[in-house]
Structure formats: C-alpha cells, structure tokens
C-alpha cells in the first residue's frame, strides 16, 4: 500500500515537473501588394487583393512556435529582412489576440503580369498538376500547378502539391501566364 502511494506520488511529481509544450502558430496566406514597411513601428502595410489595406507586425520574438512548411519558408523572405516595397507577394502570417496579425515571411511573385480567377472548381488533377475553374461568366480555365504554388487552405499555408480541391469547392487562384500557359502562384480556399 505504501508503496503504491510512494510510485503514485513520484509518477504526479514527474508530471508536474514537465514543462509546459507552447502551442504552435499556424502559418496562413494572403496575397496583395506591399504598401509600406516601417521599420520604426515595426509593422508592414499590405494593400490585399480585396481592396483593405491592413497592417502587420513584425515577428519580435524568434522562440516564437510556428507551424510554417519548410519548403514554403526556405523559398520565401523572413520579414524582418524583405525590404521590396509595392511588390506583390504572398504574405505569411499567424492571428495574434483580437484582430492583430503578425507577419513572418513575404514571397515576392515578381512583376507580372498576374490574373486572378474566382469560382467553382469543375476538375482537380492531383497526377496532372492542374486545377479547372469555373468563374461567374461561366468560362472554365485550366491553370498547372508547380513546386512554386502556394495554397491557402483549411489547415493554414502549404505547398500547391499538398493542397486538394473537390469538386464543387469556391476557391481564388492567382495565376501567371508566362509561356501563355496560366500556372497558378496562390491558391485559396474559400
């Protein structure tokens, strides 16, 4: 009986002792065109394709846990270092408290020029690398994915091979059609 309360207590005690695990920050996505950066307030403005400006925050704390993709991280900028102001880019970001947002890489998309479809997805071809788009015109596009994609989906940012898209589902593709073949940049799930 002693014994069991002794292996009882020390098995609380090592419970107790352990340190707490920080939860991690999901990294999400957005596009729009880098407005200002202030490296005073430590913010970074973006103007988003829907037309609101908003402003971000810089990382400030490095130990912060984040739940970024390693190939979406090694091919974009940390924040504290892109300095491309009115490029267009893809913005990652995490929510904070309230309405706050913080900002901790950008990718430049270059300088175009650059299309934006919305509508119902009519085909998603995971082997094939495209996705087909019907808009509110009622015009399908096909546009090719590649290891540059980014897609925005339930589970926050990810690469374009790891998103999948059912039929039937309302997304937002940024494309680029260089070589007159669209490849998406973004894609989002809406």
């Known amino acids: 009986m002693l014994r069991r309360f002794v292996s009882t207590c020390l098995f609380a005690g090592c419970l107790v002792s352990l340190p707490a695990a920080g939860a991690q920050e999901i990294i999400h996505a957005l596009t729009g065109t880098v407005a200002s950066i202030n490296g005073a307030s430590k913010t970074i403005s973006v103007l988003q394709d829907n037309g609101t400006r908003r402003d971000f925050d810089l990382l400030s704390n490095p130990k912060t846990r984040i739940a970024f993709d390693k190939r979406i991280e090694a ?43 919305e509508g119902t997805v009519t085909n998603f071809d995971s082997h094939g690398h495209t996705i087909a788009v019907k808009d509110q015109s009622g015009a399908v596009q096909t546009l090719k994915m590649d290891a540059q994609t980014v897609a925005e989906g339930n589970m926050g940012a990810v690469p374009g091979d790891k998103f999948h898209a059912d039929k039937g589902d309302h997304v937002r593709i940024v494309s680029s059609g260089g070589g007159g073949e669209a490849t998406a940049l973004f894609m989002r799930d809406l």
């Open 75 to 117: 091919d974009s900028t940390a924040a504290a270092s892109f300095d491309k102001q009115g490029a267009y880019a893809i913005v990652f970001f995490y929510y904070g408290q309230g309405d706050a947002r913080t900002v901790v890489a950008l990718k430049s998309l270059g300088k175009g020029p650059f299309s934006s479809v």
